[in-house]
């Protein structure tokens, strides 16, 4: 059964940087586009970044544009969301799935849009 495995979240200081990780172990990853989400305490659910499959085109929500950066690495089928300056407001659960598509063609997703969700990770962004 395929497993996506997010790692790296944790306390961090406002202008601090924190990379999360998303391992999907023995599984074809360079075939799907792969997403970021994150659930902020009280909220609902909202898309972060998405990066292509085979191009690799990258979109980001309009509030960590500029301020966080998703990368992939196919051979190590992981990818990654570097986040710099995180702010308070980024303080959330944060999610990487699978889509059920080749290419991304934003940073949000209906969730009929989702193929598989990894368990998430906690990032708090406090002094």
């Known amino acids: 059964q395929v497993r996506l495995v997010e790692s790296g979240g944790g306390l961090v200081q406002p202008g601090g940087s924190l990379r999360l990780s998303c391992a999907v172990p023995g599984f074809l990853l360079s075939s799907y586009a792969i997403g970021w989400f994150r659930q902020p305490p009280g909220k609902e659910r909202e898309g972060v970044s998405c990066?292509?499959?085979?191009?690799?085109?990258?979109y980001y929500a309009d509030s960590v544009k500029a301020r966080f950066a998703v990368s992939r690495d196919d051979v190590e089928n992981t990818v990654y969301l570097q986040m710099n300056s995180p702010k308070s407001e980024d303080t959330a659960v944060y999610y990487c799935?699978?889509?059920?598509?080749?290419?991304?063609?934003?940073?949000?997703?209906?969730?009929?849009?989702?193929?598989?969700w990894g368990q998430g990770t906690q990032v708090t962004v406090s002094s």
């Open positions: 799935a699978t889509l059920k598509q080749e290419y991304c063609s934003g940073a949000h997703y209906a969730p009929w849009l989702i193929d598989r």
């Open positions: 990066i292509s499959a085979h191009d690799g085109s990258k």
